[in-house]
């Protein structure tokens, strides 16, 4: 499906990958979109970010944690503890 200007619509903001990869911040979210999404190697995204490979590497390893974690909490909601529930489950009340 294609837009009126030709180019493929973005996807629905409803998307949790896509709200998570844009909360990121920009130098992370760039160093996946270029290396995961468009294949490039490290260094070729180093040269396009001007960055060093190191720099683009701690990006890529910490957005895909943070990215990995947004997703972990968007499918698996927590639960709030019933008032006066324990929070460490078998333990004595008090």
Do not use: F
Request: hydrophobic residues 40%; proline residues 10%; aromatic residues 2%.
């Amino acid at each position: 499906m294609k837009a009126m200007n030709g180019r493929k619509p973005e996807p629905p903001a409803k998307d949790a990958v896509y709200q998570a990869l844009w909360s990121l911040p920009e130098e992370q979210r760039t160093a996946i979109t270029l290396v995961r999404s468009l294949g490039l190697t490290v260094a070729q995204a180093a040269h396009r970010m001007c960055l060093s490979e190191t720099l683009v590497r701690q990006d890529l390893r910490h957005g895909l944690l943070m990215l990995a974690q947004l997703l972990r909490e968007t499918a698996e909601p927590q639960e709030e503890p019933a008032p006066g529930a324990s929070l460490h489950p078998g333990a004595p009340e008090r």
